[in-house]
């Protein structure tokens, strides 16, 4: 059997054995568990997104949470009932036009498919003038406009419903949608990654004058890592309205940027398979450090809640991850099929990862 042939058999092995977990895990577990599980992958989506950009374009943008926002609106007005819309908007009417239709749950993956949409579109307005900076000037570019779709969300009442947001959103965000669009954006970000546009964007990551001086075309390359960026996460903004089964301006503040920097840095910049794994014990250990918000009685001592603590937890982990170990956990390695390949005998793959001008071992 050819190594691709062995790659085709163990991609369809793995999603069959991940759908029967995921099956099994609907039937059996409660639905606060399932609902952690949901919001894990929903964080995938949105870390992975996060990484195309910063960790493998290597470009540090402070926006993402402006897309998710486009994505969770777009999703809502779609979404939300016709009867629920005239509840909602009593302050001013909703525009046209929104309020003359709304999606049934057979149509909602074309209503997620359409908040990445919007977030890709929101990404392309906001890079191309943008990505002509670099650096510190590109990272505060990018988090002005973040602030101001955020503003706009707050303002455009007609629309967004401004600060009382949108309720009775429809849960249709299960475990299987859930599941679904995170599979879709490991495999689109890591056959991209592979590309040769991914090697043009790692190229200008490591050496941007050297890059330009190859032939490549850096603000193109910058712009599809911004716009593919923005459309997965205008996609995980959508599910996590449809889960959270509301949103408001402050939903997508700047807290969820720094939540996904937070996960991605732990991971590893250029690690998809570190945002992975960091996201989905990110979303665990923020439910599990919930007692730290909560007053705790050490004998004579009182220690009242503070809301808020889970994050400085979170804080204090990258502050010494950054002083003991910069690169993150999985730095920039990948686990690969080459690797799994490696490990049933393969005789073409020694469990080497081989990248422009380095060679890592798993």
């Given amino acids: 059997m050819s190594d691709k042939s062995r790659k085709t058999f163990l991609m369809i092995i793995f999603l069959c054995v991940l759908f029967i977990l995921v099956w099994v895990s609907d039937k059996f577990l409660d639905e606060y568990t399932m609902r952690v599980i949901r919001t894990g992958l929903i964080y995938i989506i949105a870390a992975i997104s996060y990484n195309l950009i910063n960790g493998i374009a290597g470009q540090f943008s402070l926006g993402p949470n402006g897309f998710m926002a486009l994505g969770g609106y777009m999703v809502a007005l779609l979404m939300l009932p016709l009867e629920q ?30 908040g990445g949409m919007a977030g890709a579109l929101g990404a392309l307005v906001v890079g191309f003038p943008t990505l002509r900076l670099r650096g510190d000037y590109l990272a505060i570019a990018t988090f002005g406009f973040s602030q101001i779709i955020i503003v706009l969300a707050n303002n455009l009442i007609s629309v967004t419903n ?19 669009w995170a599979i879709i954006t490991v495999l689109f970000t890591t056959n991209l990654a592979n590309s040769s546009y991914g090697r043009a964007m790692k190229s200008i ?5 050297a890059a330009e001086s190859m032939g490549i075309s850096i603000f193109k390359h910058k712009l599809l890592a911004f716009v593919v960026s923005g ?33 991605i840095v732990l991971g590893g910049l250029g690690s998809i398979t570190g945002s992975v794994i960091t996201a989905f014990a990110f ?25 808020g603590m889970r994050m400085l937890v979170f804080s204090f982990l990258l502050v010494v991850l950054m002083i003991f170990y910069r690169r993150g956990i999985f730095g920039e390695k990948e686990l690969s099929w080459d690797w799994v390949l490696s490990r049933f005998g393969s005789k073409n793959h020694q469990g080497v990862k081989v990248c422009p001008g380095k060679t890592e071992h798993f």
């Avoid at 009417?93 to 057979?106: D, E, G, Q, R, V």
């Avoid at 990551?205 to 004058?209: F, H, K, L």
């Fill in 205 to 209: 990551r490591d050496d941007e004058i």
């Fill in 162 to 180: 401004g600060a009382l947001g949108i309720k009775g959103v429809p849960e249709y965000a299960n475990i299987y949608w859930c599941l679904a």
């Fill in 283 to 307: 979303a665990i250990l923020s439910e599990l450090l919930r007692f730290v918000e909560s007053p705790i009685n050490l004998g004579p001592i009182y220690i009242p809640g503070i809301a």
């Fill in 85 to 114: 819309k005239k509840f909602v908007w009593f302050l001013k009417p909703l525009i046209w036009p929104f309020n003359s239709f709304s999606f049934t749950k057979a149509f909602f993956p074309l209503a997620i498919f359409f």
């Fill in 231 to 263: 459309f997965f996460a205008g996609v995980s903004g959508g599910l996590m309205t449809s889960l959270i089964t509301t949103i408001s301006p402050s939903l997508f503040s700047f807290t969820m940027t720094f939540n996904l920097l937070i996960i």
